[in-house]
């Protein structure tokens, strides 16, 4: 068998040592933007590629120990890069990273594959992970992958939850319903009294949600994540 689905059968098994899972698949056609594949030709399908809840959390912390810089500046991307460029290699794919430039559109393309819509923070609201989920690379093929059509109804759990306790949280109102004021967030995490709150627990405003609790990062990872968003650089 080496038909779409044997492909996605295959990389699922090769994504599964790395507590990473093919999350969400989406067919591009020439209506919207298609990345340029590692050949110069045209990307007709990406597999998205990410964690659910604290699944990476286990091989990247045993990566990163053996690692002289411990992964260096950005570690979390160094180790998807360390990955994801070598298993797009063995599928004949291309391999490309959120934190990239030029930005590709993963969540509209999540939100294509599954129906996902945004939360007032900005990350993508999964029915079942909640805000604990992420995309650590997307691989480009030059082929379609018979994605399903998203006709399901993917149910927005922002909109059944008449309390919002994501938007009373943040210390400096950060998160509203405009958006998320990425400024004051990170003046905030730059204070010194920060270290026992959202630099310590996570951002109280994800930790507000009540959608997929169980999927909630480990502290170490929260804490992680934390210092990556970081205080404002001067
Ligand atoms: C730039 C960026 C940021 C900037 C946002 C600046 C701004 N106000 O626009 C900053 C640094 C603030 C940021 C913060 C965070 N981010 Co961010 N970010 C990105 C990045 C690299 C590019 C977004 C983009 O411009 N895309 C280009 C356009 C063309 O793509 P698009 O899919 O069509 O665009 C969508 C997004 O831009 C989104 N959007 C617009 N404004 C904002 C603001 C925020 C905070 C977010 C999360 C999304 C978002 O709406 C667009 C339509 O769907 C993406 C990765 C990516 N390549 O998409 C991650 C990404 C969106 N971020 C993500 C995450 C997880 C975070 C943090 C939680 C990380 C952390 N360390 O805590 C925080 C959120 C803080 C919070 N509110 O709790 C995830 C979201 C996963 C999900 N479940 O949806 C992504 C997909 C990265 C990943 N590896 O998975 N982020």
């Known amino acids: 068998m080496s ?12 994504l599964a040592a790395h507590g990473l899972f093919i999350r969400g698949v989406v067919d591009l056609d020439a209506s919207g933007p298609r990345p340029t594949l590692g050949d110069g030709s045209t990307a007709r399908a990406v597999a998205l590629v990410g964690p659910i809840g604290g699944s990476l959390w286990p091989a990247f912390s045993r990566w990163r120990a053996t690692q002289s810089d411990q992964g260096g500046p950005h570690p979390l991307d160094a180790w998807s890069k360390s990955i994801l460029t070598a298993t797009a290699q063995i599928f004949g794919a291309t391999a490309y990273f959120p934190s990239d430039p030029p930005y590709q559109p993963f969540q509209s393309w999540a939100k294509q594959a599954e ?31 018979d994605a399903p059509v998203n006709t399901r109804d993917t149910v927005h759990s922002c909109d059944h939850c008449s ?45 507000a ?3 997929g609790q169980a999927f ?3 502290g170490p990872q929260l804490r992680f994540h934390m210092q990556a968003l970081g205080p404002a650089p001067e």
């Open 3 to 14: 038909g779409p689905s044997a492909i996605l059968a295959r990389l699922s098994d090769a």
């Open 115 to 145: 129906g996902l819509q945004a939360s007032p923070l900005g990350i993508l609201m999964h029915p079942q992970f909640g805000l604990w989920h992420s995309y650590r690379g997307a691989l480009g093929f030059s082929h379609p992958l």
């Open 163 to 207: 309390d919002k306790p994501c938007l009373g949280q943040c210390p400096v109102n950060a998160i509203s319903v405009e958006g998320f004021d990425v400024r004051s967030c990170r003046a905030h995490l730059a204070t010194e009294a920060v270290q026992a709150g959202c630099m310590q627990k996570g951002c109280l405003a994800r930790n």
């Open 209 to 211: 949600c009540p959608v």
């Open 216 to 218: 909630r990062y480990p």
